[in-house]
C-alpha cells in the first residue's frame, strides 16, 4: 500500500465516488513533480498512489471532480479539488474527500 492514500465519498449521493480521477505531486525545488495517478475504485479508495515511503515533504492530491459530476449526472460548483499537505514523518498519510457538487471537505484520516 502507498504511504499517502484518500478516500472519496460523494456525500450528496450517501456512497463512495468511484472513478474520480487523482493526481499525486511532491512539491521539491520550488516546482511539483507528479509522482502517480489513477482512479478511485468501488469503495471510493485510491491505495496504490505512490510509493511505499515518502520522504517528509510536501504534497498534493488532485481530484478532477468535474470529471466525476459529469459521469455522475451532477452538475457542480468546484471542477477540481487541490488538497496540499505536509508529511512530517514516514508514517502512512490518508486523506479522505467529502464531497458534494457544492461543498468540499479534507482531514487527516487513519
Known amino acids: 500500500m502507498s504511504a499517502l492514500t484518500t478516500h472519496v465519498l460523494d456525500t450528496a449521493l450517501g456512497r463512495p465516488a468511484a472513478g474520480v480521477p487523482v493526481t ?3 512539491f521539491d525545488a520550488g516546482a ?4 502517480a495517478s ?4 468501488d469503495d471510493g479508495r485510491a491505495r496504490s498512489l505512490g510509493p511505499d515511503r515518502v520522504a517528509p515533504g510536501r504534497y498534493r492530491f488532485t481530484f478532477d471532480t468535474g470529471a466525476y ?10 471542477p477540481e479539488v487541490v488538497v ?10 490518508h486523506v479522505p474527500l467529502l464531497l458534494s457538487p457544492f461543498a468540499y471537505s479534507t482531514y487527516r484520516g487513519s
Not at 38 to 41: E, Y
Not at 69 to 78: E, N, P, Y
Not at 84 to 93: A, K, L, T
Open 24 to 26: 499525486l505531486a511532491a
Open 32 to 35: 511539483w513533480t507528479e509522482l
Open 38 to 41: 489513477g482512479l478511485t475504485d
Open 69 to 78: 459530476f459529469a459521469a455522475t449526472g451532477q452538475v457542480g460548483f468546484h
Open 84 to 93: 496540499v499537505f505536509d508529511v512530517v514523518d514516514d508514517g502512512h498519510y
